[in-house]
């Protein structure tokens, strides 16, 4: 069964870091370019980052260029992102989610995590 | 950047009622599109891709259509288990970003 579970979400002054983790199971993890999502309370969907299969190529949206570094670790299933100089509007679910298709760079999302709350406030 | 505009914004319909709601492009996105259905408190889910391909295991009642700058997400005749919030979002390209447009709610009329 294809799995993705996110943790590390928390409550965070503003300015403060905080590292998310996703532990995928259930598929070939190294073989699908994978990307984080977040909702904040009550809005819609935003995409945040996406990397590809390999972690050669990584993509931010421009809200989060610079502060925030989306890695992954294919030897052991698991996709990051760091999240640096936290701002009260960076407050969100964020949800890690599988490509699709594997082995291209960008694809429909098939399969999303159950999302990780990050709140940013002093 | 490309920019995905969703209308309406809230829908109110009726079990059994045909619904259609629109998406668009501010540039063509070929058929690079998705549809995401998203219920209170849960992660989206992919109903459509390719613009008009159905996803494994979703209702045939869900249909997409469209290409280049506009599209549609049509449920022929809505179901209770259908009352939810669509999103269409666009993967041509990261320009910078896989854009979401900001998404349909439709109601219980």
């Known amino acids: 069964e294809v799995q993705l579970l996110e943790s590390g979400g928390g409550l965070v002054q503003p300015g403060g870091s905080l590292r998310l983790s996703c532990a995928a199971s259930g598929f070939t993890f190294s073989s699908y370019a994978m990307s984080w999502v977040r909702q904040a309370p009550g809005k819609g969907l935003e995409w945040v980052s996406g990397i590809s299969p390999g972690g050669g190529s990584t993509y931010y949206a421009d809200s989060v260029k610079g502060r925030f570094t989306i890695s992954r670790d294919n030897s052991k299933n698991t996709l990051c992102l760091q999240m640096n100089s936290l701002r009260a509007e960076d407050t969100a679910v964020y949800y890690c989610?599988?490509?699709?298709?594997?082995?291209?760079?960008?694809?429909?999302?098939?399969?999303w995590g159950q999302g990780t709350m990050v709140t940013v406030s002093s | 950047d490309i920019q995905m505009t969703q209308s309406p914004s809230t829908l109110s319909a009726s079990v059994g009622d045909r619904v259609t709601i629109t998406c668009r492009a501010s540039?063509?996105?070929?058929?690079?599109l998705a549809w995401y259905q998203q219920k209170p408190g849960k992660a989206p889910k992919l109903l459509i891709y390719k613009a008009s391909s159905l996803e494994s295991g979703v209702p045939s009642r869900f249909s997409g259509s469209g290409s280049g700058t506009e599209f549609t997400l049509t449920v022929s005749s809505l179901q209770p288990d259908d009352f939810a919030t669509y999103y269409c979002?666009?993967?041509?390209?990261?320009?910078?970003?896989?854009?979401f447009g900001g998404g349909t709610k439709v109601e219980i009329k």
């Open positions: 979002q666009q993967y041509n390209s990261y320009s910078p970003g896989l854009t």
């Open positions: 989610a599988k490509d699709r298709v594997a082995g291209t760079l960008f694809a429909a999302s098939d399969m």
């Open positions: 540039q063509s996105v070929s058929s690079w």
